[in-house]
């Protein structure tokens, strides 16, 4: 079993900063996938960047050259970095790990960007 704790959700003004954390615990496998996924009222949940463990990234053309994802992987936790916000950012911010096959969430963190 795994558990995923985010933190670092709050609200920011239009051109802020904040930084997700996701810390990981319980079977956690050296070749893994972690991610941050987010959901909009009225809107499906969608991949905003994922990371492998060996570092391969992707992120959503929404937020490429805004956020940054990163691990480290000898603590088990996986970072957003999230600069330039604007309000279409504003969402439940969601962690997520898959390994063998299995899909993990955590349980999510609110972020609302407005001034």
């Known amino acids: 079993q795994v558990q995923l704790v985010e933190s670092g959700g709050g609200n920011v003004q239009p051109g802020g900063s904040l930084r997700l954390s996701c810390a990981a615990s319980g079977s956690i496998f050296r070749t893994n996938i972690a991610g941050w996924y987010r959901q909009a009222p009225g809107k499906q949940r969608e991949l905003v960047a994922r990371i492998t463990s060996g570092g391969i990234i992707n992120y959503a053309d929404s937020v490429k050259g805004r956020f940054t994802i990163s691990r480290d992987n000898a603590k088990n936790t996986v970072f957003l970095q999230m600069n330039s916000l604007k309000p279409e950012d504003t969402a439940v911010y969601y962690c997520?790990?898959?390994?063998?096959?299995?899909?993990?969430w955590g349980q999510g963190t609110q972020v609302t960007v407005s001034s």
């Open positions: 997520s790990l898959s390994q063998l096959g299995f899909n993990y």
